[in-house]
């Protein structure tokens, strides 16, 4: 019982702060709330709303093709450079793994005032390369690829360190006996390097796939410099901030924050089970 | 081939390769490092346009002769420094506090709870255990967004919102951590040091605090460090949670003056230049945290992976 006691302070704030909110979410998001007539319960009429609302549904739809795209660009970016970084050893390399990780170390708010400096017609260098026809990489066609960039820049290099660090983990004797056996370096890392890592790399892809489908903070701080390419609903959360805070639609939002979140669990468990022999997560 | 009989060609053998690994990456070289500084050169190019943009006047953040990447003509950054520290009495302080408050409240908060359940979970068989750590594994892939707005309303209800504890409170959960915790507990800390505490009649909190809890520090740093930067680097919840500009912490203070300034509501003070020059202050704890701290969360961020 001495283990309770350990436990007991975590298990107090995860009822509180998880248990607690998912819940309540849930229970909200069984009640419709109208001006004329006040609080209703409505059983599950909010979810066949969203599920039906154009709105929710090309949210959904746009963080799933935001994550088909920027999540392997993410992993490529800091497979390789976590790759070749593993096989240097000069000053250089050392100084470039601090410089790539740097920008972990930068809240996502700064990070995307700072792209919109650097994306901004008036401030940019763009401007300066291209002149009249610089390309303005929050305008409708290009949003997606701006949004892409600040995002794998902000993230590359915080997954480039754990891919890193197990690199380093490994045994450098299994190297030598590869190239006894005649392995090139690229067949080394195609065949060894990736396949031990593999934790790693499920690890990093399902932090990946949790944090793109909730993507908030750069649309959020984007939305009003980007002239009305970022629309109050072009990601799930960001339409259900704005419904709850801009049309206190509290139930209605709820319900989508816990659709959302019941998706987002389902999949990333799915993926979990499946890959269960690679990931050493799920045991 | 017979290496007995041959022990000359043997050696030659056994050199030849060798030497040859010895050319094979000098030559390639060239070409990772030529990767490596494109690489940092598009990972630092917002952080150098950062510094230079700090350094200049506000009409030369606009129309700078060298260009946005390059310095301007007058070098504006410590005017700049004290418009930023005196702006509506100081408000920019009053943020970088909150953040500090919020990110170490919190972050202390989460390690602590951390430190104790991931003890458990590692070294403790009680009843419930396998169901708990279930639990706590299937927490970790709850998005944390899709509990602010409850957490709001049920905060609310409360009347906890508009307070600090509205961040501090929610930030303190980390099921992640004590995942980390109880990974690296399992291994880093031997049963039977704890064992022998025991027979010799320590009891379990003196077990914990003495043997236990040194042993787990590098775990502790990096928990530590993850989670006050996660909260210091929070912008949903205290959005959320927070009406008062007064409570805000720096990135909802930022953002704040990113939408008043772009409605040019900065009553005579360019608050470009402010949001410039407040970008740069807020980022140099946490760069310098982690450029000091290096040793420990760089082995420590393996912890959850090396399974």
């Not at chain 1, 309540?24 to 004329?36: E, P, Q, R, V």
């Not at chain 2, 909190?205 to 996660?230: E, H, K, N």
């Not at chain 2, 009553?267 to 807020?282: D, K, R």
């Amino acid at each position: 019982m001495v283990g309770w006691l350990f436990l007991a302070p975590f298990a107090v704030v995860f009822l509180l702060f998880l248990v607690g909110p998912l819940v309540y979410a849930f229970y909200l998001s069984l009640f419709t709330n109208g001006l004329a007539t006040g609080e209703e319960f409505a059983g599950l009429a909010n979810y066949s709303r969203a599920f039906t609302d154009p709105a929710f549904l090309s949210g959904v739809w746009f963080v799933v093709r935001f994550a088909i795209v920027v999540i392997p660009a993410q992993m490529l970016v800091a497979l390789v450079a976590a790759l070749v970084l593993d096989s240097l050893t000069s000053r250089f390399a050392k100084f470039s793994r601090l410089m790539i990780f740097v920008p972990y170390a930068i809240p996502a708010v700064i990070g995307a005032v700072l792209w919109g400096f650097l994306y901004s017609p008036n401030f940019g260098p763009l401007e300066q390369l291209f002149g009249e026809s610089a390309p303005f990489l929050l305008s409708p066609d290009n949003l997606f690829y701006g949004l892409t960039n600040v995002v794998t820049w902000q993230w590359a290099g915080y997954y480039m360190i754990i891919i890193y660090a197990a690199l380093q983990g490994i045994d450098p004797a299994i190297y030598e006996a590869a190239r006894m056996d005649g392995a090139k370096a690229w067949q080394i890392a195609t065949r060894i390097k990736i396949p031990m890592i593999s934790a790693a790399l499920v690890l990093i892809l399902v932090f990946a796939v949790i944090g793109t489908l909730q993507f908030f903070t750069e649309p959020q701080v984007l939305l009003p410099i980007s002239n009305g390419s970022i629309t109050t609903d072009i990601t799930p959360n960001v339409y259900a901030f704005n419904l709850a805070f801009r049309f206190a639609q509290f139930n209605y939002a709820s319900a989508i924050s816990f659709a959302l979140g019941i998706v987002v669990f389902i999949g990333v468990y799915v993926f979990l089970f499946l890959t269960r022999k690679r990931g050493g997560f799920l045991k | 081939m017979s290496v007995l009989s041959s022990p000359v060609r043997a050696d030659d053998a056994v050199d030849a390769p060798r030497e040859r690994r010895a050319r094979r990456p000098r030559r390639r070289r060239t070409g990772s490092h030529l990767f490596l500084a494109f690489l940092v050169l598009y990972f630092v190019l917002p952080l150098w346009f950062l510094v230079v943009a700090s350094t200049k006047t506000p009409g030369g953040l606009f129309n700078s002769p060298n260009g946005a990447l390059w310095f301007g003509e007058d070098f504006a950054l410590f005017d700049n420094l004290s418009t930023l520290f005196t702006y509506n009495d100081g408000i920019y302080l009053r943020w970088l506090g909150n953040s500090l408050l919020y990110a170490f409240g919190g972050g202390i908060g989460a390690t602590v709870l951390a430190v104790l359940a991931g003890y458990a979970f590692a070294k403790f068989d009680f009843p419930g255990r396998r169901v708990s750590f279930a639990l706590l594994l299937g927490a970790v892939m709850v998005p944390m967004t899709a509990l602010v707005i409850p957490t709001f309303v049920m905060l609310s209800e409360v009347e906890l919102t508009n307070t600090p504890w509205a961040v501090i409170l929610p930030s303190m959960l980390s099921p992640f951590g004590v995942y980390l915790m109880r990974v690296y507990t399992a291994d880093g800390v031997p049963d039977e040091l704890l064992d022998a505490a025991r027979m010799d009649g320590a009891g379990e909190f003196r077990t914990f605090f003495q043997v236990a809890l040194p042993l787990m520090r590098p775990a502790i740093v990096t928990v530590l460090l993850l989670s006050v930067v996660g909260t210091w680097n929070n912008y949903f919840l205290p959005l959320a949670v927070l009406s008062d500009s007064e409570l805000f912490p720096i990135t909802v203070g930022i953002n704040l003056w990113q939408g008043l300034a772009g409605a040019n509501n900065g009553g005579g003070v360019s608050l470009y230049t402010l949001i410039v020059v407040g970008s740069l202050v807020s980022i140099i704890p946490l760069i310098a945290a982690f450029l000091g701290l290096q040793r420990y969360w760089q082995g420590g961020l393996s912890i959850g992976s090396l399974k």
